[in-house]
């Protein structure tokens, strides 16, 4: 997708970084114009990411895509990071667009990006998407967050060897089989040259989770208190962040509807993007009834 270009482009401050921003789509935005939806990045991904998957939505609306502190095109510096401060970055990026509000998906790390926007910035808000993602921490992520931070501070040869053992985990069965082992081997590897000299940013981006838990009791508030129409569209095989864990969410926010994808790992816009999509599209226009069975 390399013949894919912005409508427009640009870079704001954020704190002692600077982020890249996109936007794609007719150019009509603002308070007259289309509606927008905000594709926001996992942890190991960047704008680019979503060219593939644009086609789908911009027959309707217009679409948001920035780099976290870290990632793709913004900046790299090796500091710490917050997810209030991304959430500011958000609202920034919304003022620079001309703005009022969005429409969020947030898939895996963009998930707690979403869910700080709406607890600072719920006015900014149309609707939210989150998949895969979790507000409370279970023994088991905090374990598996622990032993990802040592992959990422160990060697090249260690970082390399945690790449296949991440592989294995995030896809459902479906997916693997699909795709083969052989077609799965080339999306590692790209995921480990990209990443391979750029560690220190998945350890900062890692290391914002922490502030982010432990802050989740004092915050319930705010979280409650964002009645943003919200779907949590888990895959029904996600071994990452399981999906009981992620129907938690749905007690928490005041209008939350909790749904699966069958047969689906940790990223299912990727296993399936047409039913992924398909839901993302119908959210964002009000259609709020649960789908029929496939």
């Not at 900046?75 to 969020?104: C, K, Q, S």
Request: net charge negative.
């Amino acid at each position: 997708m390399s013949d894919v270009e912005p409508i427009r482009s640009g870079r704001l401050p954020l704190g002692r970084q600077e982020i890249h921003w996109e936007e794609h789509g007719s150019g009509e935005g603002g308070a007259d114009g289309r509606e927008a939806i905000c594709l926001l990045n996992g942890l190991a991904v960047d704008t680019r990411t979503w060219y593939g998957f644009l086609d789908r939505l911009l027959d309707r609306y217009d679409v948001l895509l920035w780099d976290y502190p870290g990632q793709g095109r913004s900046t790299r510096h090796d500091l710490p990071l917050t997810f209030p401060e991304l959430a500011d970055g958000m609202a920034a990026i919304l003022d620079a667009t001309g703005r009022e509000r969005v429409h969020l998906m947030g898939i895996s790390y963009g998930g707690f990006v979403a869910l700080e926007t709406a607890r600072l910035h719920r006015d900014r808000l149309h609707t939210m998407v989150l998949s895969g993602i979790l507000l409370f921490p279970d023994e088991l992520f905090e374990m598996y967050e622990e032993l990802s931070l040592r992959f990422y501070r160990g060697s090249r040869e260690v970082f390399e060897l945690y790449t296949h053992y991440m592989y294995e985990k995030i896809f459902g069965e479906a997916f693997v089989r699909r795709l083969g082992r052989d077609g799965l081997e080339p999306m590692r590897q790209r995921f480990a040259d990209r990443w391979a000299d750029h560690r220190h940013s998945l350890i900062r981006l890692t290391e914002a989770q922490d502030p982010f838990f432990a802050a989740v009791e004092p915050n319930l508030p705010g979280y409650r208190a964002a009645d943003v129409p919200t779907l949590i569209l888990a895959g029904a095989h996600d071994r990452t962040i399981p999906p009981w864990t992620q129907r938690k969410i749905a007690t928490v926010l005041p209008d939350c509807r909790y749904e699966e994808i069958p047969g689906c790992g940790h990223v299912a816009y990727l296993e399936a993007p047409e039913a992924f999509f398909g839901r993302v599209r119908e959210w964002a226009a009000g259609n709020h009834a649960t789908p029929a069975p496939p």
